[in-house]
């Protein structure tokens, strides 16, 4: 499968964007679907997470202000973001979990947050 994200973009600090990751298959039988991010300098981090039963679980420095969520629908992951901060910036990277675990990643979309 493969993942594309999209959505980042510039934004003043306070606001909010809404980043997708279209798969190019069903993601219904994936066991987890998150939200990594990557800022200068900095090794890549877990953001937010949506198991396949639903439950979440979320980075302490995003919690209350982001929500992750999927639409097997659409084959898509979802993270709205809201309040964002300056600490916010950088490259958010999608990555799904097959139930062998097997991982895909996402090319990332860069997210700035102004000040």
């Known amino acids: 499968v493969q993942l594309q994200a999209s959505g980042g973009g510039l934004v003043q600090a306070g606001g909010s964007l809404r980043l997708s990751c279209a798969a190019s298959?069903?993601?219904?039988?994936?066991?987890?679907l998150g939200w990594y991010r990557q800022a200068p300098g900095k090794e890549r981090e877990s953001v937010a997470v949506?198991?396949?039963?639903?439950?979440?679980n979320y980075a302490d420095s995003v919690q209350g202000r982001f929500t992750v969520s999927r639409d097997n629908a659409k084959n898509t992951l979802y993270l709205q973001m809201n309040s964002l901060k300056p600490e916010d910036t950088a490259v958010y990277y999608c990555?799904?979990?097959?139930?062998?675990?097997?991982?895909?990643w996402g090319k990332g979309t860069q997210v700035t947050v102004s000040s």
């Open positions: 298959g069903s993601i219904f039988s994936f066991h987890a």
């Open positions: 990555n799904f979990i097959n139930p062998y675990g097997m991982r895909y």
């Open positions: 949506i198991i396949s039963g639903g439950s979440t």
